[in-house]
């Protein structure tokens, strides 16, 4: 089952989605577990009308969903824990959008990208 | 063991089931008494036909001592109880199908099937809500309809209380319902994994082509929405006002929905989070009119409409 990425943008329309390549998904993998500890004092994930963030699904080893949001990484294993990791400088969130390049409608990434650029 | 009596009949028994999940029981208790003020020693005193409410009764003495409870307690229904306290309701009622009857029951008692689950959720519906003359209230900062449009015509409309947690609590609720769902109170567990899954004309079998007011407007009206002020009779109860906004492009091109509650604000549900009732700001910002809150994108607001018992959704 390959990697899912949902684009956490829309309220009335479905989000789009991309799948990431074999390459993609193990480089997202190597760059999930090398995500620093998140401050105690750091934000939530992104929520409310908007861009939220990237929603991950189809990972192996126990996970049942990642979100990536602001510079937040909420990573959700199959028994319902959570465990939260910092993305500085929202790299990951950038480097997860621009793999959807070529599979989402261009409106779409570029609604991300003017998220990420402020 | 915790078993309710639901303060339903005026002539015939009520109807009794005991939660044996120990598990269970607990957890409602935990709920229920997070807001003591929840409950009372019965029904209110101006209580009528119809459900008045829920009597809850632990079966042992250490759920009892656990929970600091007297032998029995009552968890009233009606429209001046809080969201809370109905979606407490709501839960104990689900429960009924994995409740045992009492023993002894008497011979007359209304079986515990889904007959009367369907009833009492029904009846649990139709007290929790209020009906009353839409009428414009103290002025916004946009401008009220014209006053002719005023004087003309009062629709005798809906307000359903605030219940985010029917939306919120199950996974597969809140990420398979979006705000069309939710303004229009129709849950149908469709958004995102089926064609036209709350999308608005999709119900008629004329989806929108483009997301903009008039078309989106165009589309809910097929779905049979009515324009405020174009009254439905009160066979399509419950009437709720709703409102639409619309996020223009170019690039980021979206509507939103939202729905007047009983309290008094609006209640919304981006997409596949959760329900909520504040605007973009956050918590402590509750949505008084959706002409004036923090949309975020959804800058255009399209107007304000009414649903209807027969309005047809995806």
Known sequence: MPIEIEVDLYSGRPNPRFALSAAASAGFERRLGALPPLPADAGGIRDGLGYRGLRVTGLSGGFAKVVVSAGVVEIHDAAGGVTRRADPGRALERW???????????????AVRDDLAR | MLRITVDVFSGRPDPSWIITDEAEARAILRDLLKDRQLLSDGAA????????????????????????LSAATYLRTGPQVSGRAREIAERLIGLM????????????????????QAFLTEQLERVSR?????????????????????????????????????????PNVMQHNNCYHYASNKRRDSFRVKPGGGQPGAGC????TAITCPDVTRAALCDGLHHRFDCFPDGEKPRYL????????????????????????WGHKPGSTA??????????HVVMDPQTCDRGPYTQFCGFFYTCRSQRIV
């Not at chain 2, 101006?46 to 632990?58: F, H």
């Not at chain 2, 009906?131 to 401008?143: G, Q």
Request: with cysteine; glycine share 12%.
């Open chain 2, 130 to 170: 209020t009906s009353r003359a839409d009428v414009v209230e103290a002025p916004t900062a946009a401008p009220a309809p014209p006053a002719e449009e005023r004087a003309a015509v009062t629709c005798t409309i809906e307000l359903g209380a605030f219940n985010p947690g029917f939306w919120n609590n199950d």
């Open chain 2, 97 to 116: 199908g994995r409740g045992e009857a009492p023993p002894g029951a008497p011979e007359d008692a209304v079986p515990l099937d889904a007959g009367l």
């Open chain 2, 242 to 265: 709703v409102a639409l906004v619309v996020a223009p492009g170019p690039g980021f091109n979206d509507f939103h929905w939202y729905r007047k509650q009983k309290e008094g604000f």
């Open chain 1, 96 to 110: 997860l959008a621009e793999a959807g390049s070529g599979q989402l409608p261009a409106a779409d990434l570029d």
């Open chain 2, 205 to 208: 079998g004329h989806m929108y």
């Open chain 2, 275 to 284: 329900a909520r009732n504040y605007d973009n700001r956050g918590p402590g």
């Open chain 2, 45 to 68: 005193p101006d209580a009528s036909l119809g459900l008045r409410g829920l009597r809850i009764e632990p079966l042992s003495d250490e759920l009892a001592f656990d929970f600091d």
